[in-house]
């Protein structure tokens, strides 16, 4: 379903659902004292990008720890399970999937996983996404007595109710996973406001997936095989898409002059992305090969993979083989810190300081212009820009390359 289809559905159909369900709880469930038992059942919903499930994985390691008893759910769109799956965090079974593709399946398939939830008899429900309307009715739907989530409280606007029971204010100062850890803190919290607790950080990056056995293996030689003139030299991967916030992406002029400056410097370079950046990565690829049209290395030693890998598990396998991935900021770079893969990630509409992967191995570009971050919880990701993302255009090609060099010295260096 189309993006501004689901923020129109989400304004005008969400916010009097909201207001419906609020004063439905207000003379049906009274606002709750804080649970005096353990919990039997949580739900973590959390829709949105699937790099948001790798910066939650604390999240879900520390809600184990405190509550070892309870059962572990997740809600989530469809396409996004796969990343959970190869995390092992919860359960298959625990896994509720929404379907996003039409009105009729996300209908459907919405009945099917709060009957779920229900059948689970999910006590808390804990909604990380940013101020969703869709996501906050599920808390309520799923059953929950205790619900938690992010809450305007005194600010104007995003509105989704108060049938949040357990309100914590949303915090554009913190990193996302550092605000998903007070999400599960406030099951419990008595403090006003919830999130009035001592400081709690993410301790370290999340650990590397465990693959298949021959997973590594078979994308090695599935590219030696249609790709032989790569070989013996360091692949590095870029990932110029947008995905479906076009204004996060470099521009392709940029990432022109870098690939072509690391095909001179010995390495091989693959474009990767799904089967829709196909036309953007042909047109990268041709404009390398053009930039240097009597180098044979600048003919043969970029390639485009887009559509390449058949899974998020490939994709990591292909993580396991390169030696760089220069990305923009997006899911790919989230997922790199679940493999051995260095990584440079490029932002501009939004911050690190929120979103940065959380590995050593991810050096992250950001201009700070004054508008930028633009992509905020405040407009629903909705940016105000003209699309003239100067915010990333200033990102010089030249440092992006010193980086990328000293990267692969390292690796290189550590190899030998």
Partial sequence: MNIAVQRWIDRWVGIPLCA??????????????????????????????MGSLVLAHDMFARLKT???????????????????????????????????KSLLGLLSSLWRAVMQL?????????????????SSLLSYA?????????????????????????????????HISAQFLTLARAIDSTAVPKSKLPVMLPTQAPPHVQLAPDQVSDIRQRLANDFPAIAGKPLVLVYPGGGILPIRAWPLASYTELCSSLVLDGCAVAVIGLKDDQALAQQLVANVKNADPKNADSTSAVIDLTGYTRSIAELLGLFHVAKLLVTNDGGPGQFAALTPIWTVMLFGPETPALYAPLTPKCYSFYSQWPCSPCLTAYN?????????????????????????????????????
């Fill in 20 to 49: 419906l369900v609020s004063a439905l709880d207000v003379f049906t469930k009274p606002a709750i004292a804080p649970i005096n038992r353990a919990p039997h059942a949580i739900v973590i919903i959390l829709l949105s990008e």
């Fill in 118 to 134: 229900r059948r689970a008899r999910v006590d808390v429900a804990i909604d990380c996404e940013l101020f969703s309307r869709i």
């Fill in 142 to 174: 799923s059953g929950a007595a205790v619900r938690v989530g992010f809450h305007r409280h005194t600010q104007e606007g995003l509105y989704r109710g108060s049938h949040i029971n357990r309100p914590v204010p949303y915090n554009p100062y913190q």
């Fill in 380 to 416: 629903h990701r909705d940016s105000f820009c003209d699309g003239d993302n100067q915010c990333l255009k200033v990102i010089a090609p030249a440092a992006v390359l010193e980086k990328s060099r000293e990267f692969l010295a390292h690796v290189c260096l550590a190899a030998s």
């Fill in 66 to 100: 405190r509550y070892p008893d309870a059962e572990l759910h997740a809600l989530l769109f469809g396409k996004n399970r796969e990343i959970l799956d190869l995390m092992q965090v919860i359960k298959p079974g625990n896994v509720h999937t929404i379907d996003d």
